[in-house]
């Protein structure tokens, strides 16, 4: 945080109608950025070569009524008021600066890909399985929490594996991704992909996807966790260490109504392993907790959660834990697991454990089909 940051800050704790809230003032942008695809020499803007259209309107009318500068960088410049006014997302009386780069990339990993556009659909067969590892023993889990006929969110990391594992099973279709830039359904992409969906059903503006999920009009979310405490908050938004960078996201948003959310993660930082004979080897300890007393920074509230009775998971290659009244409780432990030695000593908050504790599915730690039943 700079100067200027700390100078103004960006949010304010209040107290309204009983309770402590953080209200975030309305900011008052001096220039939007926006990117189209065509625009025309009226500044009309259509999005036909963009994985997502994501907030463009409303930037430009939040800009517009601070009385800033609107600009937009187009593949293209057509004829004035040649576009086609269905295709039209942003107005031109909206926009003040056009700058065209014909050759632009789609994402920062892609030139331009059709099947992220809708112009054309993908054959499953083309999209790239996970490598059998610990993460997709994590990513298989995950996906035996879901039932046929949800939506649901996912989000950066392990999560993103999960419409595969519906693949790599046959169940490709029982379950409709939804992700915060706006894509419904098809396959969200990896990596610096993310964010766009091959096969996609429909794209909507970033914001009303955002509308979705803050009425609760999903079924579930998919999400990391970098720490969980005795609480069971969770960090995503701040490491500990050096550069002290990390990213909520739209995480807030999504999780503050989500009924049901799935956290996925290694159990502890910095650990190797590998599967063997259908159990995962411990070759190298981690050497940073990630369950611990008190997480560095609250990104999601676990005590809020109890008190609205949301359905919470925290999947690991090791166990499985949920979120009860009393706090954390593991429920499930993976094949070869040593509970003293490979969990509870390597938490640094003390891990209660249920009564009922179950084995994790031996399945998925083999190399084939699991069998998944939605």
Same mark, same amino acid.
């Given at each position: ?11 304010h ?27 025309? $020499? ?5 999005? $036909? ?5 994501? =907030?463009?309107?409303?930037? *430009? ?16 410049? *057509?004829?004035?008021?040649? +576009? ?8 031109? #009386? ?10 632009p990339?789609?994402?920062? *990993? ?13 054959? +499953? ?12 023993? #994590?990513a ?16 950066f ?5 999960? &419409? ?5 099973? !046959? ?7 939804? #992700?915060?830039?706006? *894509?419904v359904? =098809?396959? &969200? ?11 996609? $059903? ?14 609760? !009009? ?32 739209g ?19 910095? @650990? ?5 004979? =259908?159990? &995962?080897? #411990? ?5 940073? @907790? ?6 560095d920074?609250?990104?999601?509230? =676990? ?13 690991? $290659?090791?166990?499985?834990?949920? +979120?009860?009244?009393? !706090?954390?409780?593991v ?18 908050t &003390?891990?209660?454990?249920?009564? @009922? ?14 069998? +998944?039943?939605l």
């Amino acid at each position: 945080m700079n100067a200027s940051a700390r100078a103004v800050p960006l949010v304010h704790r209040v107290h309204f109608a009983g309770e402590n809230w953080l209200h975030f003032p309305a900011l008052h942008p001096d220039v939007a950025i926006n990117r189209a695809a065509t625009a025309d $020499e009226k500044g009309n803007l259509t999005f $036909e070569h963009e994985g997502a259209t994501l =907030g463009a309107m409303e930037m *430009a009318l939040s800009a517009r009524k601070s009385g800033g500068l609107v600009t937009a960088q187009v593949k293209r410049v *057509a004829e004035r008021s040649s +576009l086609r006014p269905h295709d039209v997302k942003v107005p031109g #009386i909206l926009v003040d600066v056009i700058v065209q780069a014909p050759d632009p990339l789609q994402t920062t *990993a892609t030139a331009y890909d059709p099947a992220n556009l809708g112009e054309l659909f993908r054959p +499953l067969s083309s999209f790239r399985l996970p490598e059998f590892n610990a993460s997709k023993v #994590i990513a298989r889990r995950v996906a035996q929490e879901l039932q046929a006929g949800w939506a649901v969110n996912i989000g950066f990391g392990i999560s993103a594996n999960v &419409p595969r594992i519906l693949l790599e099973e !046959g169940r490709h279709g029982e379950v409709t991704w939804v #992700i915060e830039q706006g *894509a419904v359904g =098809g396959i &969200p992409l990896l990596d610096f992909k993310f964010g766009c969906s091959s096969n996609a $059903e429909a794209f909507v503006a970033s914001p009303h996807q955002f509308s979705y999920f803050q009425a609760g !009009g999903f079924d579930c979310s998919l999400l990391s966790f970098l720490e969980v405490d005795a609480h069971g908050s969770v960090n995503v938004s701040r490491l500990s260490a050096p550069p002290h960078r990390g990213r909520s996201g739209g995480g807030v948003d999504i999780t503050a109504r989500a009924g049901k959310i799935v956290f996925s993660g290694s159990f502890n930082a910095g @650990a190797k392993m590998h599967i063997e004979d =259908g159990k &995962p080897i #411990i070759d190298k300890e981690g050497r940073v @907790a990630k369950f611990v007393e008190k997480v560095d920074q609250v990104s999601f509230s =676990g005590r809020r959660a109890r008190t609205q009775r949301q359905d919470i998971t925290y999947t690991t $290659e090791r166990c499985v834990i949920r +979120l009860y009244e009393a !706090g954390p409780v593991v429920t499930e432990l993976a094949p070869g697991m040593d509970l003293p030695r490979d969990v509870l000593d390597q938490a640094a908050t &003390p891990l209660r454990v249920s009564g @009922a504790l179950k084995a994790i599915d031996p399945a998925l730690f083999v190399d084939a089909p699991f069998g +998944l039943v939605l």
